[in-house]
């Protein structure tokens, strides 16, 4: 491990254009659940009967009981662990340029990145179904569910639910960034979920340089990275930017 961890930091120290990618496994450390594998979301309720449109315009109630709520409270305790701040350090150095994040929980911003193209919309922002305003998830009333808009349209997450069209602008910009990337960081997907998973085979295709950090192999383990760093984000990326650090201190 400290091998590749050296051989990323060589590749990353002399890129002109880094972009990362990241997934549920970044926040895990932050205390966020993931959706797949072990402890994973899925695996306690099943997507399609609560996280899908469908099933939230049949039955908002029950989708705001099961899913959304307990996810605000996950939500609201979470705070940036080691690897979304490795993140900011290397946007710091001038390396890291766009982080592309399929995450709703805003902890890259609150971390500090700048450039966040959030592809599955955020949590802290609930939309009315009806006229479209956007109201903070935090000055929501949640006594009466599911919550209201002033227009009497019900409220739902700015967020993406399975069957809705990504926001053409992020997929637009993600697309972009991933074809001109030199390096891409992929952290903590399972890279199960489509469009997002493609990102990486773009940039790959492109040229760059593929660095993924996950403790588990992936369907790009073997064939799209590069580097596979087999590891948890919050202990790889701190040593990455050090081994990083390093080499500009030495130039
Ligand atoms: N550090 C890095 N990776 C981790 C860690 C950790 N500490 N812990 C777990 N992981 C990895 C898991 O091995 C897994 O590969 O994070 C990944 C999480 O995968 P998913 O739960 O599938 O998350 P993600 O890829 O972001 O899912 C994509 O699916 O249901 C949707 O909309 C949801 O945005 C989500 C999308």
Redesign the pocket.
């Known amino acids: 491990m400290s091998d590749l961890i050296e051989r990323a930091a060589d590749i990353l120290a002399k890129a002109k254009y880094t972009v990362a990618l990241?997934?549920?496994?970044?926040s895990?450390?932050s205390g966020i659940p993931?959706?797949?594998?072990?402890g994973?979301?899925?695996e306690k309720i099943d997507?399609m009967k609560y996280?899908h449109i469908d099933a939230f315009l049949e039955d908002p109630e029950t989708v705001w009981d099961v899913l959304i709520k307990n996810m605000k409270m996950v939500l609201d305790k979470a705070r940036p662990n080691p690897?979304h701040t490795s993140l900011v350090d290397l946007e710091r150095l001038g390396l890291l340029k766009t982080v592309i994040t399929?995450?709703?929980d805003g902890l890259h911003q609150v971390a500090g990145n700048q450039d966040v193209i959030e592809?599955?919309g955020n949590f802290a922002w609930q939309r009315c179904q009806t006229c479209d305003q956007v109201i903070a998830t935090a000055d929501v009333d949640l006594t009466h569910i599911p919550p209201h808009c002033s227009c009497g349209g019900i409220l739902r997450p700015d967020?993406?639910f399975?069957g809705e069209m990504i926001p053409p602008e992020a997929l637009h910009r993600s697309q972009q960034v991933s074809a001109a990337c030199d390096v891409m960081l992929v952290?903590?997907?399972?890279?199960?979920?489509q469009p997002?998973?493609t990102m990486p085979f773009i940039a790959k295709d492109n040229g760059a340089v593929v660095v993924e950090?996950?403790?588990?192999p992936?369907p790009l383990t073997n064939h799209i990275s590069n580097l596979p760093l087999l590891?948890?984000?919050?202990t790889?990326l701190p040593r990455l930017v050090a081994a990083v650090e390093q080499r500009r201190d030495a130039s």
Request: proline letters at 7%; charged letters at 10%; one cysteine or more.
């Open positions: 990241t997934g549920a496994g970044i895990v450390e993931p959706f797949r594998g072990k994973g979301l899925w997507p996280a690897a399929q995450n709703v592809f599955h967020c993406i399975f952290i903590g997907t399972s890279a199960m979920v997002a998973a950090i996950n403790p588990e992936t590891g948890d984000a919050g790889v």
